[in-house]
């Protein structure tokens, strides 16, 4: 666990682009805020189960915590409300970081980045390449199971998967997405883990 100084090129550059006078002190980042990010951006994930993942712009505004997409809005009142309950829970957390380790709290082009940091990771799905596949099309069944197990957990924790495919890229948002893929891919594979309840 660390923390390290943002160069000054990259705060003047973020300090002008929000009219951030004489930035003089020392900015950081550091594994403590990435964490908690990290975690979040899993919560906000789940929310999105099987609907139409936010691109990049819709994913800053979400994030940014000052107002909803039509992407968020269109999900329903409850869910809405679920996620802008997490960003602001988020941004909570990530003051108390800068406030426990640097006594203050964070400073506006920590904050920028911090954000663009939040939006990047959550567009950018984990990517499951052929060369994957062809392994584990080659692997014991067991341990075919164990990965498939793993990847389908991450997804219920939130984190959206771009599979490899013939016709491109799959993108799987929801467990039932990726049970669905594994029947189709690998349908002499039974996951113990599609007895739990499918995320929606």
């Known amino acids: 666990m660390g923390w390290w100084q943002i160069d000054t090129a990259t705060v003047q550059s973020v300090a002008q682009q929000l009219g951030v006078e004489n930035p003089e002190h020392p900015h950081y ?23 139409r993942w ?20 269109a999900l329903g009142v409850d869910v809405a ?5 997490h ?40 990517d499951i390449p052929p060369e994957y596949l062809t392994d584990l ?4 069944p067991e341990e075919v199971r164990a990965y498939l197990e793993r990847l389908r957990q991450d997804v ?10 013939e016709n491109g890229p799959l993108d799987v948002t929801s467990t039932r997405g990726f049970d669905q893929w594994v029947t189709r891919r690998y349908p002499q594979i039974v996951l113990r883990s599609e007895s739990t309840n499918h995320s929606d």
């Open 29 to 51: 980042l550091g594994d403590d805020p990435w964490n908690v990010i990290d975690h979040f951006i899993c919560q906000v994930g789940q929310c999105f189960a099987d609907q």
């Open 54 to 73: 936010p691109d990049e712009t819709e994913a800053q505004q979400i994030f940014a915590g000052t107002s909803l997409p039509p992407c968020v809005t």
């Open 81 to 85: 409300e679920r996620i802008t309950a």
């Open 87 to 126: 960003v602001r829970e988020m941004w909570q957390e990530l003051e108390c970081c800068y406030e426990e380790v640097w006594d203050r709290p964070l400073r506006p082009v920590e904050r920028y980045c911090l954000l663009d940091y939040a939006a990047g990771h959550f567009v950018t799905p984990s």
């Open 137 to 140: 099309d080659h692997s014991p």
């Open 156 to 165: 219920a924790n939130g984190m959206p998967l771009r599979i490899a495919a």
